[in-house]
């Protein structure tokens, strides 16, 4: 049984900086293309960030290309999601998302998902 546990979020200010991490359990880790989405309060959960098993290719919604940073510790079974320069229209839950076939994306979201992590940007 595939387990995924978000850690790192909190209340920054705006300009700021967070790093959140998932750990995967319950299973090989490098079986699995993993990502990240967010779901703000009174919208649809959205696709923020995707990376491959081996970590060599990486993909971005627009609204955060060049403020976060995804990445992945083969090693320890985690995958992280650097998020810089942040917006008040950051703030959401975010949610750590693992799928063995398919790297998720704005169109795909694998089986697995996280409990989420709060990020509160303030203004």
């Known amino acids: 049984q595939v387990h995924l546990v978000e850690s790192g979020g909190g209340l920054v200010q705006a300009g700021g900086s967070l790093s959140l991490s998932c750990k995967l359990s319950?299973?090989?880790?490098?079986?699995?293309?993993m990502g990240w989405f967010r779901q703000a309060p009174g919208k649809e959960r959205e696709f923020i960030a995707g990376i491959t098993w081996s970590g060599t290719n990486v993909y971005y919604t627009n609204s955060v290309e060049g403020r976060f940073t995804i990445s992945r510790d083969n090693a320890g079974n985690t995958v992280y999601l650097q998020m810089n320069n942040l917006k008040p229209d950051d703030t959401a839950v975010y949610y750590c998302?693992?799928?063995?076939?398919?790297?998720?994306?704005?169109?795909?979201?694998?089986?697995?998902w996280g409990q989420g992590t709060q990020v509160l940007v303030s203004s």
């Open positions: 998302n693992a799928d063995e076939w398919q790297v998720p994306s704005r169109k795909f979201s694998g089986v697995y």
């Open positions: 319950g299973d090989t880790f490098t079986k699995y293309a």
